[in-house]
């Protein structure tokens, strides 16, 4: 497959020779390999951030945090719903490639059955092969038997400490019952679900880990995701706007309260300088934005997250539920301030993760991340995998859908019926350029089918008989696929 390059052409020498010292990979032997934290928000839109254009939410942390390092303004999640776009964070492989195709349910519900195979590569697996000690707090969504020997649970695929709910912390964000401990459940919390998941990263960091070894930590919060609890303080901070808006706000202000407090304790650790930290979110926001106002302040009625104006939602392959926020700090290799509009995606994570600490990526299975490291400094990121999405769920309109370059192919679930755009001058994908360009056009659809269908082979068949998943026998969708070709 021919090899895409997006983002900046033009480059001076002296640029090129400055750039080629700073991606030098590290060198796995050396002592002052860098940390890795990778912070993922759940259901957070790519426009709730204050630094990225939202007037009313107030998020100073992360503003500040955007100020040191770089902001992508065209991150994607891998799938517009959490567990398949966290699959993909951990390997780099794209959701229907490694399994996770779909939400994963709590056992015994239908689609249980789906989880993490430790099969699978993980970037914390290859990071204790070079001395790393790995901690992951908050949300796992990865299996449905949680806590249960049926099924892989975070230690098998990494972690040398976790603790973690299944899914959604329960009942509300407000004094969860359901988070586990290495396997032993903690019962009863007092406090409120991000800042208990960041006070127990930061206990594991100054108490736990050990001072002459590098650490990869995930954080991964279940804020702004239904159901929604915001502590008062943080609510206040709306005072005149309705219920809803006022539990949805301040929600994504206490998230960034909790991040905040991580980023000041790796500070007050004297860490920063020698730690990569990763934040974005899993996908696009919850509901239609509106919230549900005949039942104000019910659950429905908070579901107020913005998309930036991009289309569609959470569930979506149009923008609204892949892009998502994306900033990379990394003192001493990426200017602060830096702005960049180069695609990347999560399963990037994975291997620029391996880049940055030397690490061989896999060679017997197909890794989809590309190393966005190039576009720390301002260069192209090289891909041999184009951006793909295939989201179970999808509307029916938008089930699966390619990105290469600036433009994007989107597809319906029988992958006959398509729309094309150009993300430079319509990121919010409101004119369809089919007949205008007629051979991209042709160009980008077979691309999708031949990726279509090399990711439904090369994947588990966890979705061969399961209604929800979207796919059609393969021998059916290679049939739908010549059949659609372009003469």
Known sequence: MTLHRTGAIQVSLLTLVLNSLLLTPVNADESDRPNIVVFLADDLGWGDLACYGNHVIKTPHLDQFATEGVRFTQCYSACGVCSPSRSAILTGRTPFRNGVYRWVPEAPRPGSHV????????????????????????????????????????????????????????????????????GEEVGPLSGFSSHLVTDEAIRWLSDERSD?????????????????????????????????????????????????????????????????????????????????????????????????????????????????????????HIKPGTVSDTPVIGSDIFTTVCDIVGIPIPNDRVIDGANMRPAFVGEP??????????????????????????????????????????????PQESSDLSSAHPEVFNRMKQTLLDMDQQVLSDGPDWWKGDKRSGVMHLEESHLRGDAAKID
């Open 212 to 332: 002459d070894q590098p650490f990869f930590i995930t954080v991964w919060t279940h804020e702004p995701h239904l159901p929604i609890e915001s502590d008062p303080k943080f609510m206040d901070l709306y005072a005149g706007l309705p219920i809803g808006f006022r539990q949805h706000h301040g929600n994504v202000t206490q998230l960034d309260a909790a991040f905040g407090k991580l980023m000041q304790a790796i500070d007050d650790m004297q860490l920063s300088d020698n730690t990569v930290v990763f934040f974005t979110s899993d996908n696009g926001p919850e509901g239609n934005g509106k919230g549900d106002p005949k039942n104000p302040g019910s659950q429905r009625d908070r579901t107020r997250g913005s998309t930036g104006g991009l289309r569609g939602r959470k569930r979506a392959d149009f923008e609204g539920g892949i892009r998502v926020p994306g900033i990379v700090r990394w003192p001493g």
């Open 381 to 426: 990121v090289e891909r041999s995998v184009p951006l793909y999405w295939r989201t179970h769920i999808a509307p029916k309109d938008n089930r699966v859908a390619v990105r290469v370059d600036d433009w994007k192919i989107v597809a319906d679930e029988t992958l006959t019926d398509f729309l094309l755009f150009n993300m430079q001058e319509d």
């Open 115 to 182: 989880y993490l195979r430790t099969s699978e590569i993980t970037i914390a697996e290859l990071l204790k092969e070079y001395d790393y000690e790995t901690c992951h707090v908050g949300k796992w969504h990865l299996n449905g038997d949680f806590n249960s020997p049926n099924q892989p649970q975070p230690d098998a695929h990494g972690y040398d400490h976790w603790f973690a709910t299944q899914n959604n912390a329960a009942p509300t964000h407000k004094d969860p019952i359901n988070f586990v401990r290495n």
